[in-house]
């Protein structure tokens, strides 16, 4: 039997797209202590304490820091385990995420 090879007419058409980034961003209140942000960047988005303190003070000076740029549901994953802590410790903090 002759081997008979068929072309996919979608191949042409399947391209790999990246996945959207999306920014996470905590945003300033009056009532969320500064040790604590600190320590929400260090446990939750990994960064080291020097950079978390740079954050921290972008936080407070102009209102909102950047965290991290993740996929979708990463970002919603580490906005969630921001509130979930903010809760537990009786702070106002608030994340948000916005697409890059």
Do not use: W
Not at 1 to 14: D, F, G, H, K, T
Not at 33 to 59: C, P, R
Not at 75 to 86: F, G, M, N, R, S
């Amino acid at each position: 039997m002759p081997r008979v090879e068929i072309e996919n007419e979608y191949e042409s058409e399947l391209e790999t797209q990246e996945p959207k980034l999306y920014k996470v961003m905590l945003l300033n209140d009056d009532y969320t202590s500064m040790d604590f942000v600190i320590m929400v960047l260090i446990e939750v988005f990994h960064q080291s304490s020097e950079k978390a303190t740079a954050i921290m003070y972008n936080i407070h000076e102009i209102g909102s820091g950047l965290c991290g740029v993740y996929t979708y549901e990463i970002a919603e994953t580490k906005i969630a385990q921001v509130h979930t802590l903010a809760k537990e410790n009786q702070f106002p903090l608030r994340a948000t995420m916005e697409e890059e």
